[in-house]
């Protein structure tokens, strides 16, 4: 059964940084678009970062500079690099994977949690 586990969220203070990790337990990970999203308390999810099998990037603007995602097929895992984090990056990090090749797949991690605080 396909599956995401996202790890290596935690708690860290005001400009330091945390590396996140998705694990897919899919037949193909290169078929996938890996795409990170993070929901903060009374916000609704948004769109962190994004990466094709090509290695194509994109960023939201409140991370660009500061996050960054890369995949490494052969571990069938995605990561996201946080720098520089701030109060406002606090959230429940989520890990997906989208594809729309023989069919519509999209799958979700658990979550994990990130807290910047001093």
């Known amino acids: 059964q396909e599956a995401l586990a996202e790890s290596g969220g935690g708690f860290v203070q005001p400009g330091g940084s945390l590396r996140l990790s998705c694990v897919a337990s899919?037949?193909?990970?290169?078929?996938?678009?890996m795409r990170w999203y993070r929901q903060a308390p009374g916000k609704e999810r948004e769109l962190v970062a994004s990466?094709?099998?090509?290695?194509?990037?994109n960023y939201a603007d409140s991370v660009k500079g500061r996050f960054t995602i890369s995949r490494d097929d052969s571990k069938k895992t995605a990561y996201l690099q946080m720098n520089s984090l701030k109060p406002e990056d606090t959230a429940v990090y989520y890990c997906n994977a989208f594809s729309s090749y023989g069919g519509t797949f999209d799958f979700w991690g658990q979550g994990t949690q990130v807290t910047v605080s001093s």
């Open positions: 990466i094709l099998h090509t290695g194509t990037r």
């Open positions: 899919v037949r193909i990970f290169g078929i996938f678009i």
